[in-house]
């Protein structure tokens, strides 16, 4: 009998192959797709390639989103995975390294409300 790979990870995206160190943050943004309007969300952990985004309901891996950081960023990527109410997001382009260091002192300030 053949066993279940229970990962909820697609194959590309192997926990053991992150490839960058994960920021932790509490960022208020807004997701949307072709496939749904935009929604309240919150980042929960951001590098470079991706990020963790805490929403309502789950999104099908695959598909294409926009993520509006106010005040900072809009980012394109696909759902790499999902989880209950978190999924995580590949990025289209990699976050410059500038913007990145932008939210880390903007987190150390508090989050925009």
Known sequence: M???DPTPYP???AQEERQAERLAVVWPATISSMKFDAEACSISDITHLGCRIMLA???TVGTYVTIDMPQLTKLEGWIAWNREHEVGVEFSHPL??????DIEVRMQAGPPH
Not at 96 to 101: G, K
């Open 57 to 59: 309901h789950r999104v």
């Open 96 to 101: 410059p390294v500038d913007v990145l260091s």
């Open 2 to 4: 053949a066993s279940v």
């Open 11 to 13: 194959s590309w995206l």
